[in-house]
C-alpha cells in the first residue's frame, strides 16, 4: 500500500492528532490505488464495497443505486456487495418501497448511523434484515454525493462497536467524497476525458502507472476534501448553535430528545429552573436531582415519560404531571408532547413543553374555596328560612298565609339547587370532580328515579321500559341520579303535558344506553350544538325565556358523565319528540362477542 511520508502528514481535520490525519490519508491513497484504472461500472461498484469494509474495519458493506427517476419514487436498489451472505443479498436487494436507513441517507444527504436495537429495527428495512443474519451492534449510512445529488448509498454494519469512534466519522466523509468522484467518473464514461478533472483522471488513470502514479493525486483530492469537511462542518455548527440559542432561551420550557444514534436531551434554561437542575432523562436514575411524576408524587417509569412515548409516536396534548425537586417540592406542570419526523414520516425524536401551572392550581384553589364558603354561608340562612316558612304554614288557617310560606320554601329550593350547581360547575372546570364508583343495577336506579318523578309530578306520566339482562354498571349512583333527575325535570318543563315521558334502558355491547324522550316543540337545530355548553337556556319560544334555572343543569350532566367514561347527545325533531341519550361503560366487557 502507497503511503503519505510522515514529512508530509499535518494536523486533522478540526486538529485531530497527526497519527489520526495519518491513517486517513493512507485510506485516501488505498482508496485511490485501488480504483485506479478501473473503467467498468461494476468494477467500480465492487471495489467500492471492498474498499469500504476494508478501510472502515466493517463486518459489511453494501452500496445502492439511489436515484430519483422522473415519477419521483427514488429508486434504492444494490449494486455490489461484500461480506454479505446471498440470502441477505436477496432481501435487500431493492429497498425502493421500505422505510430504510439508505432512504434517510439520500434523502437527507447526509451521514445517518443508528444502534441496532428495538426502535431502529422497527423503523428500518435494512437494518433489521441486516440484524438478523450478522446480529450486528450498529449501521451507518453515508449518500455518495455529486453536486447535492445522490448517485448512491454506502452502508456498513459494525458488530464489535456499540457506537462509531470518533475518527471513522471523518475517515467515512473523505471515502465517500472518493467515492463519489468514482461514480460520477463511470457515469460519463462515454464523455470526452478532461484530465484537469480529478475524479476523471483517477478513474482513467492507465493501471501500469500503479499506486505511486495515484499518490499525487489522492493528496490533492484529500485536500480538497478536507477543506470541504472543514466548511461542511462549520456550517453545520453554525446551524447547531442557532437551533440551541433558540432552544435554551425559549421562554416555555422545552425539551427536545434525539433518537438518533447517542439519544441526546437538550433542555432550555427555562426547563432546567423547573426541574433545579438536569432534565430527568439527561442523567441516570441514581443521579437525579428531579423527577417527573404523576399528579400526587408516584414517580414515572422510563416508558411513561411524555418524551419517551412521543419518540415511540405516541403524543400526548396538556396533561398535567408534577416536578419533584430536590429539595421535596412539588410543581405542577401542563406536559404537551410529540415526535419530531423527517419527510418521509420516519420519527427523529421527540419534543415536550413543561407549562408551570402553579399559579392557576392556586387561583382555582381560591376559587373553590370561595365557593364553597359562599354556598356554606347561604345554607345557614337557607335553613332559617326553610324553618320558619315551614311553622308559619303549620301554626296559620289563612290560605293567603300557606300559600305564600309554599312560595318560600319553593324560591329556598331553588337557591339551594343554584348553589349546588355552582360548586359542581367549579369542581368540573378545576378538575377536581370526584366519583364514589360502586357496582350499580342501573335498571333499579331508573324505576326508583321514575317512581318519584311520578309521585312529584303525578300530572306528568313518567314511563319506563328496559331491557332483560342488564349487567351491573360500575358508577355513582347518586351521580347517576342527579343526571336521570335533572332531565326528568327538563322533561317536565319543556314537553307536552298531555304526554308521557319515556324512558328506555338497553345494553350496547360493551355499555349501556339510557334515552329519555318527550314530545313538545323540541329543540331548534341551531341549538344543538351548544345544549351542553356553561349557562346555555333554551330560547325557542315565548315561554321558555321566563322558566327557572342557572343554565349548568345539561353542562354538570355532561360532566358527570364524562368522568364515567361514557358519552351524552340530544336529539329533537321540532314539534315532534325530543330525547336525551347518556351511556356508560359495563362492569366487565360482554363475553362471547
Known sequence: MTTISAHDRGPGIHGEPAAAAAQLADAIVAASAALSGKRDPQQIHDTI??????????????????RAPADGVRAIRLLASSGVPSALDEALGDLTSAPSLARRAAESRRIEHAAADDAALERFADVRAIEACLKVRWVLAAPLLAAERPLGVLTCAFGGRS??????????????????????????????????????????????AGAAAAQPRAEALLRDAQAALHEANARLAAEQQWLRSIIEDFPVAIAVFDERGGRSLLASRRC??????????????????????????????????????????????CEELWFRRRDGSHIPVVVSAGPVRDDQGTILGAIASYEDVTHFIERERLREEWLSIVAHDLRQPLTAITACAGMLSRRSEAADIRGWSRKILASVQRIERMAEDLLDASKLEARRFSLDRQPMDLCAQLRAAVDLANMERPERAVVLAADEGVPLVHADAARVDQVVGNLLLNAAKYGDPSAPTRVTLSRREAEVEVA??????????????????????????????????????????????????????????????????????????????
Open 272 to 317: 432546567e429552573q423547573l426541574c433545579d437542575g438536569p432534565h430527568p432523562l439527561a442523567t441516570p436514575m441514581s443521579a437525579r436531582r428531579a423527577l417527573l411524576c404523576a399528579p400526587g408524587g408516584r414517580p414515572l417509569l422510563h416508558h411513561e415519560m411524555p418524551l419517551v412515548r412521543a419518540a415511540r409516536g405516541q403524543g400526548m396534548t
Open 49 to 66: 464495497v471492498e474498499q469500504a469494509a476494508r478501510l472502515l474495519g466493517a463486518d459489511l458493506s453494501l452500496l445502492h443505486e439511489a
Open 516 to 593: 329519555i324522550e318527550n314530545r313538545g316543540p323540541g329543540i331548534h337545530p341551531d341549538e344543538l350544538p351548544k345544549l351542553f355548553q356553561r349557562f346555555q337556556r333554551l330560547t325557542s319560544g315565548p315561554s321558555r325565556r321566563n322558566l327557572p334555572g342557572t343554565g349548568l343543569g345539561l353542562y354538570i350532566c355532561k360532566g358527570i358523565i364524562e368522568a364515567h367514561g361514557g358519552r351524552i347527545w340530544a336529539r329533537s325533531a321540532p314539534n315532534e319528540t325530543t330525547s336525551f341519550h347518556f351511556t356508560l361503560p359495563l362492569s366487565e366487557p360482554p363475553q362471547g362477542g
Open 163 to 208: 457506537a462509531p469512534a470518533a475518527e471513522l466519522l471523518p475517515r467515512v466523509q473523505a471515502l465517500v467524497a472518493l467515492f463519489a468522484l468514482a461514480l460520477a467518473s463511470a457515469e460519463r464514461e462515454g464523455e470526452p476525458r478532461d484530465e484537469r478533472e480529478p475524479g476523471r483522471a483517477l478513474v482513467a488513470a492507465a493501471p501500469s
